[in-house]
């Protein structure tokens, strides 16, 4: 019995609401094995809870320290947070930590009202270097969602006080993206030191589109989209709230969200006129205005040369190698991968694809100096599915062996993965740092919210620690080119410094703490003869990139004051110089001999570096005049690095909350009980049968708990006329890898003829378990199996009867039987290109097995081939999918059960066994990003199929599919519209059909489906 219709709308509501997001020197210590997945019967692994006035923080006991952050920061946030929304919920607010998770990140769901912190922290830029707390601006941007989301006021948000808390985020359906997200990017940037409002590289996703007049429109700003900037949502809605407060006061967004409740359905534009008095569009023209007035200034800067090929894509600052230039990116025709560039004579952007590879994130990753190695981090999840807190998510390195001669030559498959090799397993390990000979391996390890530098053994995986500060998060991890060196950056609670140590033993050789500039970012080490450190620097907003001098006097290392290398219009993050004794270095410099200027030069180099465009990230190049850089003087003594204000620079770390310990008295036992989140009336219209025209009236109502571990959905019907009840009781267990689900479950149906009433009653039970998932670079695959049971009794009573009457009558037929169900799914899939429409390539095989007292069975495999050749243009790959079904049933009903694309014709043949033959072209039309008052596409792609049965069918079926991936605000659907053909074999006495058919899913299935047949001839 599917859920009914009513709670469609709060069916999708969890399906994405969640997506609301967001030491001592150790050298001398032991080697550490590869740690496993824990086993979640560990007392440190028991969930307690400690509720304040405000908060119900809810954790496992070995997460005790960030719960104690989280503690300390309770008050303050609320107050700041609550203020700043103008709300103070009555409840308490349940905060959930977990700390089990590989990646940074955190969210809000209404499905029980609640909000998630991960532990884990940032090793990327993307938060902002100034962020003192990384705890602190998770919470505030959460806790926000919370606020903004739950609030009990206009049409949805009223009734909740009555109907349930998950209504009042209903209204949520109708909001576009840039409306959810932007309160909490510029709350969590206001509220808390740092956040991506305070990011030069959440604002140079700004300054690009501006400064190249390709700015996208309002519309775009309220859908995800394929192209840059990538969570376009949160870059849009941090510009356009801040304009809205800025312009219109700081209870402008407050009396927007107001206006929008009370009407939701009629959009946010209504909101806007009535808050601005201009329409929607003025109002982000005025927006669009303002930020050219403020980067104005910038057009002056230079704007450098791209070296990465143009168009949609993120193309990632490369390192130097024997072979050429080798980096990251991802290519939207060819996806995710090692890419090598060799530069010429005409700088022409032809970059090759050496290893298809999707890194946990997009710094990664790591090459040795030769070009014939790399090594990347890549995500996983073991002992649980979806939900953080049934599964342990960890980064495992794994070692490539990149071909001499790129994707030419594997025939132009660019989804062929390459030869790798496993290095760890259970650990949480990213920026791996390869020595230039490829003989050793460091990496900087996730632990708890801070990270820890560790060196890996490349044969056993063991992991022995390097340098773990206190209260510190890593980044941008690599070697000296002698080897002896590593370098990267220290966040110490929001000042971020470049620190040197040494790479055998970890102890630190220098640091440059910022003065003048704010921050730095992905430093490297260069020997040109003298070694020179190059890094990119924040000055104000701006980043530019920045080198000093390396010495070495008595032992000691020595770092002298930053100098300027080049500045570029929007962005220059980081860089390095063409190494010396190259053909292009050498032509360069010989160009330039004798020129005005010529003696105050110390040399001429063509500097490659990290930048942005309005397509996403690229790189580029510039020819630069560099200054002699003056030696360092050492230091009069020892004295702390200077202490900046939070907004122009670093924090002083001493200005972060003290976590005091948590009172043993008020920790509690924690109970993941399902919570009522929503109940509503029901009416259902009866059509067809005795009982036409006839109600079905009652109630719905649905429960989960924080931890996602217990779902209950409840459906209770009744006929008044009929005197007929029914329903469903569904209640879902998700306790760890397995997933349990119950079904109680009545229905009623009536028949004119003959005339009959039929009750059946259902209760079953099922379960599914992820068997295995092997993530490797270029491809993964996994195994799921599920097994069940169905007891199923039909009573059939002729004329229309009560539900007593049906019990009671002696001409009842009652039948019953016991149905099981097996299921098997095995699947292995490359890792694809954004253009691939369709999903990357995969062979896919899944085995259904029905048995009863009818012995019945369904059996599918499907397969789908690489791409047979390129198309030309932007339509991606050609991709043809064949499929295979057989099915059985001792009643002659087979044919009824063969899964036609169209959902099949009439068929009147019987039989007990039969099976169904399919062939299937598709081509991607390509990714869009095209939006108009809420709606929005962000791809296509068209399908051609041939279905021929096997069990003396004498016809054949083909059609046509257009596919469209849609969004309404927020929510994500799938639309497919196609038109079959039935035609007969020659000589066949079936006559010629047709049918147009419309589907339209959400993330997992269809929520509406309905086709068109010709009346009969």
């Known amino acids: 019995m599917r859920r009914p219709g009513a709670a469609l709308l709060f069916a999708l509501l969890p399906a994405f609401l969640p997506a609301f997001l967001i030491a001592p020197d150790v050298s001398a210590s032991p080697p550490v094995p590869a740690a496993e997945a824990p086993s979640t019967d560990l007392p440190d692994n028991r969930w307690v809870q400690v509720d304040t006035d405000h908060f119900r923080v809810i954790y496992r006991e070995r997460d005790e320290a960030a719960a104690r952050e989280v503690l300390a920061l309770a008050d303050r946030v609320w107050r700041d947070t609550t203020r700043h929304m103008t709300y103070r919920p009555r409840e308490r607010v349940p905060v959930v930590i977990y700390g089990n998770t590989a990646r940074a990140n955190g969210f809000f769901t209404p499905y029980p009202p609640h909000i998630a912190l991960f532990v884990s922290s940032p090793v990327g830029p993307w938060l902002g270097a100034r962020t003192r707390s990384w705890i602190e601006t998770v919470f505030v941007h959460e806790l926000i969602h919370y606020l903004h989301l739950t609030q009990p006021i206009g049409f949805f948000g009223s009734p909740s006080r009555i109907f349930g808390p998950l209504l009042a985020s209903a209204g949520t359906v109708f909001m576009p993206g840039w409306a959810v997200e932007g309160v909490a990017v510029h709350g969590e940037s206001h509220l808390a030191p740092g ?232 650990r949480r390990l990213f920026h791996p740092a390869l020595a230039p000979g490829g003989d050793r391996l460091a990496a900087l390890e996730r632990r708890g919210s801070y990270t820890r530098l560790v060196e890996v053994d490349l044969d056993t995986g063991e992991v022995r620690p390097l340098w773990e500060p206190d209260r510190t998060t890593l980044s941008a991890l690599s070697y000296s080119p002698c080897g002896s060196l590593l370098v990267l950056t220290a966040n110490d609670r929001g000042r971020q410094d470049v620190v040197v140590l040494d790479a055998k033993t970890g102890r630190e050789r220098a640091r440059l703490a910022p003065d003048e500039l704010g921050a730095y970012h992905f430093p490297r080490i260069l020997e040109r003869p003298e070694r020179e450190l190059w890094y990119g620097g924040e000055d104000g907003r701006e980043l530019a990139l920045y080198r000093s001098l390396l010495a070495e006097e008595d032992e000691s290392l020595h770092i002298s004051a930053p100098q300027l290398v080049l500045r570029d219009r929007v962005a220059a993050w980081a860089g390095f110089p063409l190494a010396h004794g190259t053909e292009e270095a050498t032509a360069w410099d010989r160009g330039h001999e004798g020129h005005e200027g010529h003696e105050n030069v110390h040399e001429r180099r063509t500097v490659y570096y990290g930048s942005y465009t309005a397509d996403g990230y690229s790189v580029k190049r510039a020819e630069i005049a560099l200054p002699r850089l003056v030696r360092p003087a050492p230091p009069p003594g020892d004295h702390p690095p200077p202490t900046l204000d939070p907004v122009a620079g670093p924090v002083d770390p001493a200005a972060a909350p003290v976590a005091p310990a948590i009172p043993p008295g008020i920790v509690r036992p924690y109970r993941d009980i399902p919570r009522p989140v929503l109940w509503l009336p029901q009416a259902f219209y009866r059509s067809g049968g005795e009982d036409e025209g006839q109600f079905d009236l009652g109630v719905f109502a649905t429960a989960a708990s924080n931890l996602g571990r217990h779902t209950v959905d409840v459906s209770v019907l009744y006929n008044p006329s009929a ?189 007990d066994t039969a099976g169904l033959g399919r062939i299937e072209i598709r081509v991607p039309l390509g990714l869009h990003d095209a939006a108009w008052r809420g709606f929005a596409t962000t791809g296509s792609g068209i399908g051609v199929y041939l279905e021929q049965a096997v069990a003396g069918m004498d016809y054949a079926v083909t059609g046509m599919e257009v596919t469209m991936d849609l969004f309404f605000n927020m929510v994500p659907l799938r639309m497919t519209g196609g038109a079959a053909l039935r035609v007969p074999h020659p000589g066949s006495a079936v006559e010629e059909d047709w049918l147009l058919y419309l589907r339209l899913g959400g993330p997992g299935a269809d929520v509406l489906r309905a086709d068109h047949r010709p009346l009969p001839r």
């Open 195 to 426: 956040g991506r409002g305070d990011n030069p590289f959440f604002e140079m996703q700004a300054v690009a589109p501006i400064l190249e007049n390709r700015m996208y429109s309002y519309d775009q700003a309220g859908f995800s989209s394929p192209y840059a900037p990538y969570g376009r949502i949160y870059t849009a809605g941090f510009l356009m709230v801040d304009y809205l407060r800025r312009e219109y006061g700081d209870d402008a967004f407050t009396d927007l969200n107001r206006r929008f409740q009370q009407a939701p359905f009629l959009g946010m534009r209504r909101a806007i006129r009535l808050t601005t008095g201009i329409p929607a569009r003025e109002f982000f023209h005025d927006m669009v205005v303002d930020l050219q007035e403020q980067y104005n200034w910038r057009r002056e800067l230079p704007r450098g040369t791209g070296i990465s090929p143009p168009g949609p894509g993120n193309w990632f600052l490369p390192v130097e190698t024997d072979r050429g230039m080798i980096g990251w990116a991802l290519d939207y025709d060819r996806g995710p991968g090692l890419y090598l560039w060799e530069p010429t004579a005409d700088m022409e952007r032809n970059w090759r694809l050496l290893a298809p590879v999707a890194p946990a994130e997009e710094w990664s990753w790591t090459v040795d100096r030769s070009g014939g190695i790399a090594v990347v981090s890549l995500g996983s999840m073991q002992g649980g599915g979806l939900a953080p807190a049934t599964g342990e998510s960890y980064a495992d390195l794994f070692l490539l062996e990149l071909p001499a001669d790129g994707e030419t030559g594997r025939k132009g498959d660019r989804h062929r993965p390459v030869p790798s090799r496993r290095i760890t397993t259970g």
């Open 723 to 911: 005197h007929q009840p029914s329903g469903l009781l569904q209640y879902t267990w998700a306790p760890g890898r397995t997933r349990w689900s119950v079904l109680l479950a009545q229905e009623y149906r009536t028949y004119r003829d003959p005339p009959v009433t039929e009750l059946t009653s259902s209760a079953g039970v099922f379960a599914t378990r992820s068997l295995w998932i092997d993530q490797r670079p270029g491809f993964h695959r996994a195994l799921a199996g599920g097994a069940g049971a169905e007891y199923r009794s039909v009573a059939l009573t002729p004329g229309s009867s009560s539900f007593t009457s049906v019990l009671e009558d002696r001409e009842t037929r009652v039948s019953q039987e016991i149905e099981y169900r097996l299921l098997l799914r095995l699947l292995r899939a490359r890792t694809g290109a954004p253009r691939d429409f369709f999903g990357p390539p995969a062979r896919e095989v899944t085995t259904r097995l029905d048995l009863g007292p009818r012995i019945e069975s369904t059996t599918g495999a499907i397969m789908r081939m690489h791409p047979l050749r390129r198309v030309s243009g932007p339509a991606g790959a050609l991709q043809v999918v064949p499929a295979a079904y057989l099915t059985t049933s001792d009643a002659g009903a087979a044919p009824e059960r063969l899964p036609y694309r169209s959902g099949g014709f009439t068929e009147k043949k019987r039989a």
